[in-house]
């Protein structure tokens, strides 16, 4: 049972870090695409200005990248950006107390129906967690983010717990 419970302790540590960079790459995507439309709708209207050859061009441009501004916000991967946010957060709270009943069978050397008992009230509370801020939805798997969160989780154990 002490295993279960150690691999649960281990899967929701690596959700947790690839829920944040999860949250940092498309908060990055976001910021770049935001950029990129102020960029352009600025450039188009000097451009147009400027350059009195091709007024259509520089109104169209303008016209797409004021249509890409409106429909922008609409993007799916953004409800995720909202939803990711708020279950960090609540992962984390999550988290301390996985670590501190991890710390009691430890120390304590608790019996195997005491840690199920313990396992099921975290699982029970992450699916709450999952059900509450990602009904419906579900978070793509992003190669950089497992790969980056691995990582970490990784160093986390071996430095928290000399493994």
Known sequence: MRDQYWAFYV???HKSLYYKYFQS???TINWIISAILCFTTLSCIA???IWKTCPALWSSLI????????????L???DLLISTKFMIS??????LSIEQDWRKIDVFSLNDE???????????HYSELVNQFFSGTYLPTI????KQAEKECKTFFSVTYNL
């Open 90 to 95: 609540s992962t984390d709270k999550l988290l």
């Open 11 to 13: 899967s929701i540590k």
């Open 76 to 78: 799916p991967y953004n």
């Open 25 to 27: 790459l498309f908060s």
């Open 143 to 146: 190669k950089y983010c497992e």
């Open 47 to 49: 451009a147009w200005d």
């Open 114 to 124: 005491k840690i199920l008992r313990q396992l099921n009230k975290h699982q029970e």
């Open 63 to 74: 016209c797409i990248s004021q249509i890409l501004q409106a429909f922008f916000p609409k």
